[in-house]
């Protein structure tokens, strides 16, 4: 999510499925997710969803971009406390009119988060040239484009 103010930190890993002990390399039926830690005093959940949609392809049932497969498919894990304002916050983006297409994203519930392992983690800030490579090869931005109207 880049430089948030409110947001102290991001962590990768694995969350929604089954296995126990999901890793990288075995994460079958868990989907890839970020946990984000907040100061609520300084920025919203409602705040937080809102800048989610626009930094995914929430059309998408299939993957993210180059990503593909169920663990690749956008959705938000909310607490019961969460799942109003998500739920606020999805109307929002649908009646705006400005996702072109139908909007897929789930919003679930929020079950054991396991972090990625270390070298899974950070990924286009430690290997920022190759990031940059795949994002542009896997026409992200152009993807963003096409999918958001305004």
Request: aromatic share 10%.
């Amino acid at each position: 999510m880049g430089a948030l103010a409110g947001v102290s930190a991001v962590m990768s890993g694995y969350t929604g499925g089954r296995n126990a002990n999901p890793t990288y390399e075995n994460h079958a039926g868990h989907f890839e997710a970020v946990r984000v830690r907040f100061d609520p005093n300084v920025i919203s959940y409602r705040q937080l969803v809102d800048r989610y949609w626009r930094l995914t392809d929430p059309t998408d049932n299939g993957g993210q971009f180059c990503d593909r497969g169920s663990s690749y498919r956008p959705a938000i894990f909310v607490t019961p406390d969460q799942r109003a304002d998500a739920e606020a916050s999805k109307r929002a983006v649908v009646e705006s009119g400005s996702v072109n297409g139908e909007l897929i994203t789930p919003i679930l519930p929020l079950g054991a988060f396991t972090e990625a392992e270390d070298y899974h983690r950070d990924y286009a800030r430690r290997n920022p040239a190759h990031y940059a490579m795949y994002r542009a090869g896997c026409g992200r931005d152009a993807r963003l484009r096409e999918v958001w109207r305004r």
